[in-house]
């Protein structure tokens, strides 16, 4: 298999820290062609610095998950909704044509759970400004009061095997929605106002 083959369905890349790379993709997303971008400790700045090599290797989809370890450095919502914003808007100014999906931060232990729900309903009415689809993965992956649920996770933030096959749940439909939109790069048309030009 060479650099450049590319399947039918395009090439998937997920972006992310530990908690996307620890993910079995090729098992839990079977039939997609996923490149890993994912790395363990990441925060946004991290991802951030690092968003060139998304953009190299020109993906047809883009599913992007990150911030829950800015809180453990103790960053600001603010920090983490632009540092993700800044993301969405460099990949959609740098690949026109590439489907993105924002994911929401994932619940970790209750005590985060007020900073990770305003860092979400952000990024949620953000993503619609940027062509970008939402994926919400708290109802499935939370409990009533924030906390990740015990029965996904082994120390309240990385996921188990069954955490993973819920993700990848939730993930799978949310990326053949993202397939059905139109493309979003089409020129945009002004309408004649009657004025002069």
Sequence with gaps: MTDEWRPERGELALVGDSLTQGGDWDALLPGEAVRNFGMAGDTTDDV???LGDVIDARPALI???VGTNDLAWRRSVE????????MLVTLRKELPETRILAQS???RGHEFADQIRDINRHLWQFAPTVHAGWLDLWPAMALEDGELNPAYTEDRLHLNAEGYRVWAGELIPALERLREL????RAITLPDLGGAA
């Design 48 to 50: 951030l610095a690092r």
């Design 63 to 65: 599913a992007l998950l």
């Design 79 to 86: 920090h983490v909704v632009r540092n993700v914003e800044t």
């Design 105 to 107: 931060v994932m619940p």
């Design 182 to 185: 139109p493309p979003s790069s």
